[in-house]
């Protein structure tokens, strides 16, 4: 089952990830109608998270029949291909960092090896230590070692109460991070909101609704019962709810008072909505989504994600000072290199690497 149409969307994602970093004082990002979105990095992420579930899904999920005895996923062949995916250019930003940062590294050891084991999430105080972006990974290891567990249940008990446990799980999480955020005891990048923000437990609530689509999604596609008649203006409807609840969010806060944070799954619904319609879409839409080019971009979005810090540190250090240019004009530069190496990259080294480490390990 082809999906290359959502493939671009990760790349849309991760730009705004960079625009959240680096360029919030850059156009479009400094117009004041369209910053809530160009610079939506953080919710960003959680749309990977989303996405993630859903590819996984659609990827490793056999709806059941009457006459197919479902195999069990291979638990050893799946984590090796999760680890060949992701770990290759995450260890290449996590040496260029500590690279520049050694004495930094050397005062505090215990960094390092949370790190390199992708465990920095979990612990209050490190997620957002050495490559800031690669605390997501820390949190989609965790989901990646979930699965198996959570595609046996689905498939040995249905989906019926792993729909309630991620019900209960997606209304807990939000209750706890809302009250958190809006408590006396939170101030940022204290242990608290390390937690809220960073720690895995918080986030899979995210994977498993994109997980539970994924399935839906792949049932309804082998079924035959799909009516796209109406798909195409309810994609139009869904990125527009989107980009309406992100950039409404502080009219809400100042309306109501209250601290309100779409990091950590409230958008998942929406999220999913438009994976679902974009997935279904065979129009124009998917025409222009599938040009080689922008599936290119897609597939190089995880390099320009998990690159971003420290191609920017070199950036800044050995051309910023010697290149007379403004503000907006380095950060275009430097998107335009970044695009670039991750293009490199996704060709000459996650690629390479992933096959490598495949057929070693098979």
């Known amino acids: 089952m082809s999906l290359n149409q959502i493939t671009f969307t990760r790349f849309v994602a991760a730009l705004t990830v960079v625009f959240f970093h680096y360029g919030q004082h850059i156009f479009p990002a400094n117009v004041p109608f369209l910053f809530e979105n160009v610079t939506a990095g953080p919710i960003a992420v959680g749309y990977f998270y989303v996405l993630s579930g859903f590819i996984m899904a659609i990827a490793y999920y056999r709806p059941e029949t009457d006459h197919t005895v479902i195999p069990a996923i291979n638990k050893r062949k799946y984590w090796i291909a999760r680890f060949a995916r992701i770990y290759p250019v995450y260890i290449l930003a996590l040496l260029i960092i500590v690279a520049a940062k050694y004495k930094e590294v050397l ?54 109460k792993l729909i309630v446990f991620c019900a209960i799980l997606w209304l807990v999480t939000q209750l706890i991070l809302m009250l958190a955020i809006n408590s006396d005891a939170y101030q940022p990048k204290n242990h608290l909101h ?27 596609e082998q079924s035959g019962s799909v009516d796209r008649s109406s798909n195409t203006p309810w994609l139009v409807f869904s990125l527009l709810l989107i980009i309406f609840l992100i950039w409404a969010r502080p009219h809400f806060e100042t309306v109501t008072g209250f601290k309100i944070a779409y990091t950590n799954g409230l958008l998942a619904p929406a999220f999913l909505l438009f994976i679902v319609l974009l997935g279904r879409e065979q129009g124009v839409i998917t025409k222009i989504l599938n040009h080689k080019w922008l599936i290119l971009l897609g597939e190089a979005s995880y390099s320009l994600y998990i690159l971003q810090k420290p191609i920017h540190g070199i950036y800044d250090k ?45």
């Not at 046996?152 to 008990?157: E, I, R, W």
């Not at 390390?194 to 309804?220: C, E, Q």
């Not at 998107?335 to 480490?357: N, Q």
Request: net charge positive.
């Open 107 to 160: 005062a505090n050891l215990e960094v390092l090896p949370l790190h390199l084991t992708m465990l920095q999430a979990w612990l209050p105080g490190y997620p957002i230590t050495l490559n800031t972006p690669g605390w997501s990974l820390s949190v989609e290891a965790f989901f990646y070692l979930c699965f198996p567990f959570l595609l046996a249940h689905v498939h040995n008990s249905g989906t019926k």
């Open 194 to 220: 390390d937690f809220v923000y960073y720690n895995p437990l918080m986030h899979i609530n995210s994977f498993i609704a994109g997980m539970l689509t994924g399935i839906f999604f792949k049932r309804t």
């Open 318 to 362: 050995m051309i910023t000072p010697r290149v007379p240019f403004s503000e907006t004009l380095h950060f275009y530069l430097f998107l335009f290199l970044l695009i670039a190496i991750s293009i490199a990259s996704f060709k000459y080294l996650e690629t390479p690497m992933r096959r490598a480490i495949r057929q070693y390990f098979s």
